[in-house]
């Protein structure tokens, strides 16, 4: 090459030799790979563009401390991983936000998926280079809480107000995942009322191995015919990575009882080295002697007849539909699908009495590393007719096409080990009177979409 450019130097004209400098890539503007010139205003860059919507979408899982396998605060972090980026955010798998976007109602109050806009916006970053832009664009670093402190502690603005723990648990290095069933006491000693609970593993290092966790309430209540779940105070929340807690709608709550207790169910898997861990429940009260107007309770709809009746043949794409009946007027405040690794997809439908069906929500990429709480806005919540039936709909996928699948080759049943199989859907009712029904029948047309049947 030296030699060629010597000659050219002896023969050609300056014109002619720039046009030739250029074309073998030399004498362009050192920035980053794939930029327009720095005056292009309609260029998209990581320092205007990007950096703002990972602040937004991304850093809640994606910073230090918090048990993901990378960082995407600056652009150094995230300059390695542009091509993987792309494909992930392309195909709505990041952030985890697995719902179909054409049907049923899309008002959530967690909502963290990208938009339309967002989504074009970063692929076509890639697909330029994904140059990093002028430094003056760069937003200001997002200040997070310490993660020390309790999140919603920082909301409500005050500390929790009970807080317990799980007894410790040694997770091997290599191993079986584990399922960790312990029991706790609450400190109670009168009948007071939840407004919020928030969970976490106690380190960092507890990130690592805690695959999720869910807590029970347990307390002795007589049951009641028109309220669902009664007789069991059921679950207070589910904790899982990039999500911490669960605050209830205003006036309504969780009665908790003296005596109750906590059943944890933790599920740890190895990761790579010997670590000790427990959990900790975080448990915001309502001002003693304030009760809510409603008590909400979780209900558990199982996609099938019974609990324990699933059969997934080996090599098939199976599905289960199950049937549950409100006997009161309610508003379904969310819908949590949970499945395991041959889960494809859950729809919840509701049945009203006079035979429309209105398609709720419904997840058609279920993946079993996210189990996502989609909790409805208050403008969107439905609200439905005593007598409505609840119709929950699973899809699971015992094939090949399932990278989650362990074996395509074996009959799946009914279970509680991830090789086995689950479907149901875990959402919080909360009851209300015909006459509160007939109040917001008068000032609501019933809203969704009413499909002729399930997809």
């Known amino acids: ?9 002896r023969i050609a004209p300056i014109g002619a030799l720039a046009s030739a400098l250029l074309l073998l890539g030399y004498g362009q503007s050192v920035t980053p790979a794939g930029s327009a010139k720095i005056s292009d205003p309609n260029r998209v860059t990581f320092a205007k563009n990007i950096a703002p919507i990972f602040q937004e979408k991304c850093e809640t899982c994606h910073r230090p401390g918090q048990g993901v396998p990378m960082n995407l605060q600056t652009y150094q972090e995230v300059r390695p991983w542009a091509r993987s980026i792309k494909e992930h955010v392309a195909t709505r798998n990041m952030p985890p936000w697995h719902l179909d976007k054409t049907v049923g109602i899309q008002q959530y109050a967690n909502d963290r998926s990208l938009s339309d806009k967002q989504i074009k916006t970063i692929v076509q970053w890639v697909d330029e280079g994904a140059p990093f832009g002028d430094k003056k664009d760069l937003p200001a670093p997002k200040a997070w809480p ?5 999140e919603y502690a920082k909301i409500l603005g005050q500390e929790p107000d009970i807080v317990v723990k799980s007894e410790p648990l040694t997770v091997p290095a290599i191993g079986q995942d584990e399922w960790w069933k312990p029991v706790s006491d609450v400190p109670l000693t009168e009948e007071r009322w939840i407004r919020a609970v928030e969970m976490r593993p106690a380190t960092v290092a507890g990130r690592r191995v805690t695959h999720h966790a869910v807590t029970k309430l347990v307390q002795y209540e007589p049951p009641s015919p028109d309220d669902v779940g009664s007789g069991d105070a059921g679950l207070l929340m589910e904790w899982s990575i990039g999500k911490s807690y669960d605050a209830y709608r205003p006036g309504t709550g969780k009665l908790i009882l003296p005596g109750a207790k906590i059943r944890w169910d933790i599920h740890y898997h190895p990761a790579g080295e010997q670590i000790t ?7 915001y009260l309502y001002p003693k002697g304030q009760k809510p107007e409603h008590r909400t309770r979780l209900a558990s709809f199982f996609a099938m007849p019974l609990k324990n009746d699933l059969d997934i043949p080996p090599n098939t794409i199976a599905s289960t539909v199950g049937l549950s009946r409100l006997p009161s007027a309610a508003r379904l405040e969310n819908f ?6 041959r889960g494809k997809a859950m729809a919840m439908q509701a049945m ?4 429309t069906i ?7 990429r279920f993946d079993f590393n996210w189990m ?26 015992n094939t090949t096409a399932n990278k989650n699948n362990p074996d395509p080759n074996e009959w799946v049943g009914y279970g509680e080990r ?38």
């Open 1 to 9: 090459m030296l030699r060629f450019l010597k000659r050219m130097l």
């Open 146 to 150: 310490d993660d020390s402190a309790w």
């Open 372 to 397: 996502n709480n989609y909790i409805y806005t208050d403008d969107s919540a439905p609200v439905l007719p005593p007598g409505t039936i609840i119709v929950i709909t699973a899809w699971y996928d």
């Open 358 to 364: 209105r398609m709720l929500s419904y997840v058609d």
């Open 418 to 455: 991830t090789i086995e199989e689950m479907g149901e859907a875990f959402v919080n009712v909360t009851n209300l009177s015909d006459h509160e029904y007939g109040d917001w029948l008068a000032k609501h047309k019933p809203a969704g979409r009413t499909v002729s049947g399930s997809r």
């Open 336 to 341: 949590q699908p949970h499945m395991h690794l």
């Open 277 to 283: 861990d427990h959990l900790e429940l975080a448990i």
């Open 352 to 355: 009203l009495p006079d035979g």
